[in-house]
């Protein structure tokens, strides 16, 4: 119950629209950050593999 009760703070918070997307406007803001939260969570847990560069290829 407690992780259900984080989840819906974190939602409520992040339903709050950005002003980007305020300009594109949300038909469902609450579904929208519930969806930016479980990728953000997913990408957290598993983040992809960084590309490392030697100085002298950035060129």
Same mark, same amino acid.
């Given at each position: &119950?407690?992780?259900?009760?984080?989840?819906?703070?974190?939602?409520?918070?992040?339903?709050?629209?950005?002003?980007? $997307?305020?300009?594109?406007?949300?038909?469902?803001?609450?579904?929208?950050?519930? $969806?930016?939260?479980?990728?953000?969570?997913?990408?957290? $847990?598993?983040? $992809?593999?960084? &590309?490392?560069?030697?100085?002298?290829?950035?060129?």
């Amino acid at each position: &119950m407690a992780r259900e009760q984080d989840d819906d703070e974190r939602t409520a918070g992040r339903a709050e629209l950005l002003p980007e $997307e305020q300009a594109v406007e949300s038909a469902d803001p609450e579904a929208q950050a519930r $969806e930016v939260l479980r990728d953000s969570d997913r990408r957290s $847990e598993f983040p $992809e593999p960084t &590309m490392r560069r030697r100085p002298e290829e950035t060129t």
